[in-house]
């Protein structure tokens, strides 16, 4: 029988200009992170869009995005991560050797990392309520 609480859900993360990344958990998502290919549990986490530099994916500001920390990112996955410090949620690119992130609209710049760039998540799922 698992007793776990569910996934937790880290604040808010930037879909826009990188800030600084929230480490506290909210609150937990009832939710089963095996329906979205996360077999481990434990691995699995989730963060809130803030901005609009991923409207080109088809995530928006307020929605949930289910991320999977561990497995090693391709070119083109959807990552939470830390560039220089300071999270945000970006396409990543990877091309002769180099990576940086690509925003998903044409307003917002790619971001290539001064000094270091760390994948915090790949994302498997995006959560979307219907507001009223």
Do not use: C
Not at 4 to 9: Q, T
Not at 18 to 32: K, M, R
Not at 67 to 75: A, M, N, T, V
Request: hydrophobic share 40%; proline share 8%; net charge neutral.
């Amino acid at each position: 029988m698992n007793l776990s609480p569910g996934i937790p859900l880290f604040g808010r993360i930037s879909a826009g200009r990188p800030n600084e990344a929230s480490s506290e958990v909210v609150q937990h998502l009832p939710i089963d992170p095996t329906s979205f290919g996360i077999s481990e549990r434990s691995k699995a986490f989730a963060v809130r869009v803030s901005g609009d530099s991923m409207i080109g994916r088809h995530i928006f500001d307020g929605d949930i995005v289910l991320l999977e920390h561990g497995p090693i990112p391709r070119k083109g996955d959807i990552v939470a991560a830390l560039i220089d410090n300071e999270s945000t949620l970006k396409t990543l690119v990877r091309k002769n050797g180099n990576a940086w992130l690509h925003a998903e609209n044409p307003l917002y710049p790619d971001l290539i990392p001064v000094h270091e760039l760390s994948i915090q998540g790949v994302a498997r799922a995006v959560i979307r309520f219907l507001r009223v």
